[in-house]
C-alpha cells in the first residue's frame, strides 16, 4: 500500500487542522493505521492508531481529548483531527499502516512521506 498524507502547515496556538492521508494499492480495510510524528532533534513519536476490525481508537496521552483519528473504507483515507494546537504539536506527521496491529510501536510496514506541522505565534 502507498500513503500520502497532506494537510500541514502554520497555524497559531489554538488553533485547528486536519490531516488526511490518502491510501492506494491493496484493499485499505485490510490495514490498520496510525499517526506518528517527528520533531526536530526528537525521535518520532506515536500520536494515534485505529483497528482496521472495530474502528476502535488510541492516542498518546499527550494528545488525548485534543486530536481525533477516523477512516472511511470507501474513500481509503485516515484523517486526524487536531485541536487546541499547541506549540510542542510541532512535528511531521507521518501516516502508517500495518495489517497486523502494531498498537503504539513503531513498527508499521507502510509509511507516508510526511506533512509538516508549525504551530506559532
Known amino acids: 500500500v502507498q500513503l500520502q498524507a497532506s494537510g500541514g502547515g502554520l497555524v497559531q496556538p489554538g488553533d485547528s487542522l486536519r490531516l488526511s492521508c490518502a491510501a492506494s494499492?491493496?484493499?485499505?480495510?485490510?490495514?490498520?493505521m496510525a499517526w506518528f510524528r517527528q520533531a526536530l532533534g526528537k525521535e518520532r513519536a506515536f500520536v494515534a492508531a485505529?483497528?482496521?476490525?472495530?474502528?476502535?481508537?488510541y492516542y498518546d496521552d499527550s494528545v488525548k481529548g485534543r486530536f481525533t483519528m477516523s477512516r472511511d473504507n470507501t474513500k481509503n483515507t485516515v484523517s486526524l483531527q487536531m485541536n487546541s494546537l499547541k506549540p510542542e504539536d510541532t512535528a511531521v506527521y507521518y501516516c502508517?499502516?500495518?495489517?497486523?496491529?502494531?498498537?503504539?510501536?513503531?513498527?508499521?510496514?507502510?509509511w507516508g512521506q510526511g506533512t509538516l506541522v508549525t504551530v506559532s505565534s
Open positions: 502508517a499502516a500495518d495489517e497486523f496491529w502494531a498498537g503504539s510501536r513503531d513498527e508499521y510496514d507502510y
Open positions: 494499492g491493496r484493499s485499505f480495510s485490510h490495514y490498520n
Open positions: 485505529i483497528r482496521r476490525s472495530t474502528g476502535s481508537t
